[in-house]
């Protein structure tokens, strides 16, 4: 569905000689720009993945471990469904009246026949679940992205998204019930455990990938799927030149002449090799989750069928 892969393999491609130099300091600025609080953002990364491993992911094992595969199924539907209230009422604030009326057809049959959304019946009618959310109708509306920002049990998002989300939360009935954010919140982490045990064991640099999977999918949203290979093609080079830079530091700490052992620059071609389905995973991870990326941690989340 992405068009991101094919850009990303060429930008791996691009970057030599003199071009290297200049895409690498190129692609620093543009970093600094749209990350210009790293240092909070990786100290927000490192508290919600402690807070993930010690108290979320015991809750959520132990919420798989006594609840039915169906249940979990069901309850995840219900969320997913009741969420469509939103959905519908950005697309008319973004003047997407037929998907409107396609997308109000999707609640009402989930609604009704589907016994309160427990059951995604719409989508065996062959009626398409759509994402859009406060944060897309203000980029519409032409309200620019701002900084990439992490948040305490949110994770990431931006200055402009994190604006939307304030409108998300208080348009969705289930804010006003007690103790449905905390439901949906271990039901969110209970079917992100294979996305984040990718983004872990995947990722040279956890906090990059997330950051430029996140931004790249969050745009990719806000255009209705119509990319731009360029963007992207300076967006790898952003994260892999971050990459490079963090290497070359760690081995400058050590010594100078020290060169790279063959099973490192094999680790590196692997990385670079891999490095476009790594991404379009993740951007796939993130579709299928984004009716509950508001919840909580990296954002990394795959919801089970």
Request: aromatic share 10%.
């Amino acid at each position: 569905m992405f068009l991101v892969a094919g850009a990303l393999t060429m930008a791996g491609c691009a970057s030599t000689g003199n071009h290297a130099e200049t895409s690498a300091e190129q692609a620093a600025a543009m970093t600094g720009r749209a990350d210009p609080f790293e240092g909070f953002n990786r100290s927000m990364y490192a508290f919600n993945s402690g807070l993930d491993k010690y108290f979320l992911k015991p809750v959520s094992d132990g919420y798989k471990w006594v609840t039915p595969d169906f249940m979990e199924t069901g309850v995840s539907n219900f969320f997913s469904n009741l969420k469509g209230i939103n959905v519908v009422l950005n697309d008319l604030l973004q003047g997407k009246f037929q998907q409107g009326a396609a997308d109000a057809g999707r609640f009402l049959t989930n609604t009704t026949i589907g016994v309160g959304g427990l059951i995604d019946v719409a989508s065996q009618f062959g009626l398409e679940n759509n994402i859009e959310d406060f944060g897309q109708t203000l980029a519409v509306w032409g309200v620019d992205e701002g900084a990439y920002l992490v948040l305490p049990i949110i994770g990431p998002t931006t200055l402009r998204d994190g604006g939307g989300l304030i409108l998300d939360k208080a348009a969705n009935p289930g804010t006003y019930v007690p103790g449905t954010s905390v439901l949906e919140g271990i039901s969110d982490r209970a079917n992100a455990e294979g996305a984040l045990n990718f983004i872990n064991e995947a990722a040279l640099d956890p906090y990059v990938f997330t950051r430029e999977s996140f931004m790249q999918y969050r745009r990719h949203l806000v255009n209705d799927g119509k990319t731009d290979q360029g963007h992207y093609e300076w967006e790898a080079d952003v994260a892999m030149d971050e990459v490079d830079d963090n290497t070359a530091a760690a081995k400058a700490e050590g010594s100078e002449d020290i060169s790279v052992s063959g099973s490192e620059e094999q680790t590196v071609a692997d990385a670079k090799a891999w490095r476009s389905e790594a991404f379009d995973d993740m951007l796939k991870s993130y579709q299928q989750a984004s009716m509950k990326m508001d919840r909580l941690s990296q954002g990394k989340l795959s919801i089970r069928n």
